[in-house]
Structure formats: C-alpha cells, structure tokens
C-alpha cells in the first residue's frame, strides 16, 4: 500500500523546470539557469541542440522554433542561430556570413563597397614587416623576448 501523502514527481525533460525536489529525467543535469533547466553534454543530445555558451561550454539544451516552445514565461527564448531554448545572451553569438560566390560579394549590401586602409604588409624579414596607412608607417618584429612595435607620426 502506497501512503497517501506521498509525493509523486515525475522528472523532468530536457528544458524543463529543476531544483532539489524538481529532478532532471536521466542522464539530464540541472543547470544553474533561472528556474534551473535540464539540459546535458552534447555528447548525449539525443533529441536536443548542442549550442556553444561562453560561460558553461557546449550544453544540449531544448530545440525550438519559435519562443512558445520556450519557457517564455521564464524568460527563457528561442535563440534564432542555434533553435534552442536560452535565456538571451547565453549561447555564443553566430556570425552572419552574407551569400555569394565572389568574395566581393560577401558584404553586407546596406554598407558601401570597402577599400583598402593600410598597404598590404610588407616583410622585412621573417620575423619582421612593415605597413603604411594614409599617413603612418607601422613596423612590426618579434625578437627573444617580445613582440614589438613602432610608428612613425
């Protein structure tokens, strides 16, 4: 016979809420998030998105579409590069790269075309080159001890 007043708790998917009486289903840990969030090793990510963090490494977290998918309520958001559910500004940010084949296309169109600011380097040396810009000479050159650098004014 099962106690009456006991407590039946179902763990938790990846994604959702954790703590101490809350736990993760296994081989899910609870993550330090808001609310906590059970999430694993990318290694495991079956059924999940391995997404880079800059403070916790890669972690599986939930995969998403849009924010509903999401503990929104919680703060919690579909991050549109990696499709998982975060809180803002915990994944690694994912450089956009523009379409073309050419790599004079490969910019932004709402910026003009580029051009060139300093010479191309120079080497002097192996361990040594110089550039200039518009008014300036740089000379770079690496010795025993450190990497230095002058400028001409």
């Known amino acids: 016979m099962v ?3 006991a407590a ?3 763990a ?4 959702g809420r954790c703590d101490l009486v809350q736990p993760c289903a296994e081989a899910l840990t609870c993550m330090p998030l808001p609310g906590g969030t059970c999430a694993s090793s990318c290694e495991t990510c079956e059924g999940g998105t391995c997404v880079e963090t800059g403070t916790l490494g890669p972690v599986c977290l939930a995969s998403c579409s849009t924010d509903q998918d999401c503990r929104a309520d919680e703060g919690y958001v579909c ?14 940010i994912v450089a956009k790269t523009c379409p073309g ?5 490969k910019r932004d169109p709402a910026f003009g075309a580029s051009e060139l600011a300093i010479s191309p380097p120079a080497p002097i ?6 550039v200039k810009t518009a ?3 740089f ?6 001890e450190a990497i230095e650098l002058a400028s001409s004014t």
């Open 3 to 5: 106690p009456t007043d």
């Open 8 to 10: 039946f708790v179902v």
């Open 12 to 15: 938790s998917a990846r994604g």
């Open 79 to 92: 991050d549109r590069a990696w499709h998982a559910c975060a809180i803002p500004n915990l994944a690694a």
């Open 101 to 105: 084949t050419d790599e004079r296309d």
């Open 125 to 130: 040396t192996p361990n040594a080159m110089l």
């Open 135 to 137: 008014t300036t000479w």
């Open 139 to 144: 000379a770079a050159w690496r010795d025993a």
